[in-house]
């Protein structure tokens, strides 16, 4: 069976319902990752081809890559495993997709953008729920408020979290916060902020974070100050603040071991009636320095829903041939409206 793209990291959580999505639309993944025996499970289950080597295979992986035009990298955390796979992708001409929420991947790839142009290919990290809604409500608001130079995005999700992001949340918990400021990210200590928006239910609390549009938002929209919020529970806010004190203790090695294996031991993410009765909350509100102000809201099905639902239509759209070279948001590559095509997305202009 031939296959339309790679699908590197097929058998974790958000891997698998990328796969449902892809044969949905009627797109035939390689199913691909490291685990051999996973994939020939995977393989067995669902009918697909599928291949088994490691990011540190470079003869494998460039191999791969060269039968394929695009891959979906969906194995994280990406921190670790983005980088081999944007240089293979370099290598062989094939475009690259993930993702990932984290902000130093996205400026590292960012930072790629030459080399992306020169080879004809396109990089476009953070192609599901980090960061395309959010990504496209920046662009949104910047349309709306052309001189903005603020912007504050907020989001809370109904539903669960899977091992991989609370894995990734784990790996990252001792570095604290992160905003923009005059163009540069800046770190700031966790729970930096807190504010209160209201995403259409009625005013809540939410509190800096450093998600991903810390990095995207200001190259989709050019806005040099940028803060990321959600919404967290007093408990959680609380373990926020103290981790600026515990940083040292949250990143050693006999810590981190103790809190992955916890992680490793629970569900692998939201079933599937938790993810039906989910649903992500969005709230962004851009300024400008004579008291302009933008604001919008919006309700997307739940993340890792969505998720499968954006990465799937960005093949999609690669595999016939949008696919713009060099680095992309997602609202970059495929304007601010994109989320709107989407079953289950609202959008609403609050003034």
């Known amino acids: 069976m031939a296959a339309d793209f790679l699908l590197y990291g097929s058998y974790g959580y958000t891997g698998r319902l990328i796969v449902e999505r892809a044969r949905a639309a009627g797109l035939t993944p390689l199913l691909a990752g490291r685990d051999a025996a996973a994939l020939a499970a995977q393989g067995a289950e669902t009918g697909l081809p599928y291949r088994a080597f490691a990011l540190d295979d470079t003869a494998a992986l460039d191999a791969a890559l060269r ?27 094939a475009h690259y997709l993930d993702i990932t929420g984290e902000i130093a991947v996205f400026e590292a790839v960012a930072a790629r953008d030459a080399q992306a142009r020169a080879a004809g290919v396109m990089l476009m990290p953070g192609a599901g729920f980090d960061v395309v809604p959010s990504d496209c409500l920046a662009a949104h608001l910047k349309r709306r408020l052309p001189s903005a130079t603020r912007l504050q995005l907020a989001f809370q999700g109904i539903g669960g979290i899977s091992r991989g992001t609370m894995t990734t949340m784990i790996e990252n918990i ?3 916060g992160a905003v923009r400021r005059g163009g540069r990210i800046t770190r700031v200590p966790a729970a930096y902020r807190s504010r209160t928006v209201d995403f259409g239910r009625g005013p809540v609390s939410v509190t800096t974070i450093p998600w991903g549009d810390v990095s995207t938002a200001y ?13 967290v529970g007093a408990g959680a806010r609380r373990g926020m603040v103290a981790s600026r004190h515990l ?10 071991r103790m809190m992955l294996k916890r992680i490793r031991g629970g569900p692998p993410g939201p079933t599937p009636e938790q993810r039906a009765r989910g649903a992500s909350l969005l709230w962004g509100q851009a300024e400008d320095d004579a008291g ?8 997307t099905p739940e993340g890792y829903t969505l998720t499968a639902m954006t990465s799937v239509e960005a093949v999609r759209r690669v595999l016939a041939g949008d696919a713009p070279a060099g680095f992309q948001t997602p609202s970059k590559a495929y304007g601010a409206d994109w989320i ?12």
């Open 340 to 351: 709107l095509e989407f079953d289950g997305v609202e959008r609403t202009d609050v003034e």
């Open 292 to 299: 302009g102000r933008a604001v919008a809201r919006m309700r």
């Open 219 to 231: 190259h989709s929209t050019g806005i040099p100050d940028v803060e990321v919020y959600t919404r």
């Open 174 to 176: 001792h570095q604290g």
């Open 247 to 256: 940083g040292w203790l949250l990143g050693s090695g006999p810590v981190q």
């Open 67 to 93: 039968e394929h035009r695009v891959v979906l990298h969906a194995a994280g955390p990406f921190s670790r495993t983005s980088r081999p796979m944007v240089d293979a992708c370099l290598r062989t001409g």
